[in-house]
């Protein structure tokens, strides 16, 4: 157990809806990132959160990709008017107890776009 | 933009061999970590080396480090159809991991 639960694991929807995936870490107040990773491809960064401050965003985070981390806790990942090219698997991870260090990441959301 | 690129992209040996991938980045580290994952499954913490160390071990796992050639490499020993996955090179910054395409390792009964 890594101590993150991602939520839903699966989503398939039609191109453009709206939809969000949620990311309960363990443990509040540090870092908190969110990875996007397409078939047979590695995790590439999208953001990540320090308490509940969005600290830096990646160029792949189109203005149709939205995250938020309320509180310092639990964060949402919305990513509206779906297109197919944002079929992938979304991976969330908190950070462990050293700056830089290791991370924990949950079981990813799949999210299917057809 | 992925930092590393680890080589081979797939790799097929029979249980009780041993499997080497390689992993080969392009700007300086704080660390280099690497990660497992099964399919469909989340990454999983393996093993963390420090910029400034060449070489340490986990149980059957040994991970080596030059800086100089900026490349990393990691050994599984006495392979298991357990070890079936894709393992990822991570190259942590100051703040963010970067990770490789990774490499398939399939274990053959």
């Known amino acids: 157990d890594t101590g993150v639960s991602q939520n839903p694991r699966h989503k398939i929807t039609k191109r453009g809806q709206n939809v969000t995936f949620r990311c309960d870490p363990i443990?509040?107040?540090?870092?908190l990132y969110w990875y996007r990773q397409t078939l047979g491809q590695g995790p590439e960064f999208l953001t990540y959160?320090?308490?509940?401050?969005?600290?830096?965003k990646s160029r792949l985070l189109s203005d149709r990709f939205s995250a938020e981390r309320p509180k310092g806790s639990f964060s949402t990942l919305e990513i509206q008017r779906t297109e197919q090219g944002d079929s992938a698997m979304y991976l969330c991870?908190?950070?462990?107890?050293?700056?830089?260090?290791?991370?924990?990441f949950g079981e990813g959301s799949r999210l299917t776009v057809l | 933009s992925q930092q590393g690129e680890e080589d081979p992209q797939a790799l097929s040996i029979q249980e009780g061999e041993n499997a080497t991938m390689n992993c080969s980045y392009k700007?300086?580290?704080?660390?280099l970590q690497w990660y497992r994952q099964n399919s469909g499954r989340g990454l999983v913490h393996l093993i963390l080396?420090?910029?400034?160390?060449r070489e340490k071990h986990s149980g059957r796992l040994r991970v080596t480090l030059d800086t100089s050639k900026k490349s990393s490499s990691l050994l599984i020993t006495a392979s298991r159809a357990a070890d079936t996955a894709s393992y990822f090179c991570?190259?942590?910054?100051?703040?963010?991991?970067?990770f490789g395409a990774g490499t398939t390792v399939t274990v053959r009964a």
């Open positions: 080396i420090r910029s400034n160390e």
């Open positions: 700007t300086s580290i704080n660390n």
């Open positions: 991870a908190r950070e462990g107890q050293a700056p830089g260090g290791e991370l924990f």
């Open positions: 959160f320090q308490n509940e401050a969005q600290l830096e």
């Open positions: 443990s509040e107040h540090n870092r």
């Open positions: 991570a190259t942590a910054g100051d703040y963010k991991l970067s």
